[in-house]
């Protein structure tokens, strides 16, 4: 079983910077393209950001493109999301998931329903 705990949510003014964090158990997260989702209140989760296997190919949501970087560190079987520029509208809870496997080191699933794996999320709050 795997589990996926996010961590670096909080209240940040519109501007500033937070860095979510999601740690992942298990020894196959290597194996695995992750990616970060986030659902605002009365709102259908959506996609952010997600990072292939290798972390050698991301992909973002044009909402984020070029304020929100995402990062994985193998060896410490965690996946990072950077997010500067905040504004009000990021207001979401942020999860983390895990992505089918697939032997490709530069894959990334293209649905949401591809992820196999959440965590239990962190709040991002962001006043204007």
């Known amino acids: 079983q795997v589990q996926l705990v996010e961590s670096g949510g909080g209240l940040v003014q519109a501007g500033g910077s937070l860095r979510l964090s999601c740690a992942a158990s298990?020894?196959?997260?290597?194996?695995?393209?992750m990616g970060w989702f986030r659902q605002a209140p009365g709102k259908e989760r959506e996609f952010v950001a997600a990072?292939?296997?290798?972390?050698?190919?991301?992909y973002y949501d044009d909402s984020v493109k070029g304020r929100f970087t995402i990062s994985r560190d193998n060896a410490k079987n965690t996946v990072y999301l950077q997010m500067n520029s905040l504004k009000p509208e990021d207001t979401a809870v942020y999860y983390c998931?895990?992505?089918?496997?697939?032997?490709?080191?530069?894959?990334?699933?293209?649905?949401?329903?591809?992820?196999?794996?959440w965590g239990q999320g962190t709040q991002v709050t962001v006043s204007s």
């Open positions: 998931a895990r992505g089918d496997y697939s032997g490709s080191l530069y894959y990334i699933p293209g649905r949401e329903a591809l992820y196999d794996y």
């Open positions: 990072i292939s296997r290798s972390g050698g190919k991301t």
């Open positions: 298990g020894r196959t997260f290597s194996s695995y393209a």
